[in-house]
């Protein structure tokens, strides 16, 4: 198991406690679902993002609604 120590603003850090005090669970055992449940989709939209950064345009160009001979619907 791989653990962090997080500095996080007094407010976040209420928000935390009074979220896994609802959950019935341990601010760390909290944050740790949190983090293991968004990191998935957190790198695939990081992934995503990337990859409209880099072919976005072409992409546009090849099969985008203007693309030479196409009508704009």
């Known amino acids: 198991m791989t653990q962090f120590q997080v500095d996080m603003s007094e407010e976040s850090g209420k928000s935390v406690a009074q979220a896994a005090a609802a959950s019935g669970v341990d601010p760390n055992t ?21 990859c409209i950064e880099q072919f976005g345009e072409s992409f546009a160009e090849r099969f985008g609604p203007t693309r030479p001979g196409q009508q704009a619907a």
């Open 30 to 50: 909290y944050v740790a679902s949190l983090v293991e449940t968004q990191l998935p989709r957190h790198l695939f939209l990081t992934g995503a993002q990337t």
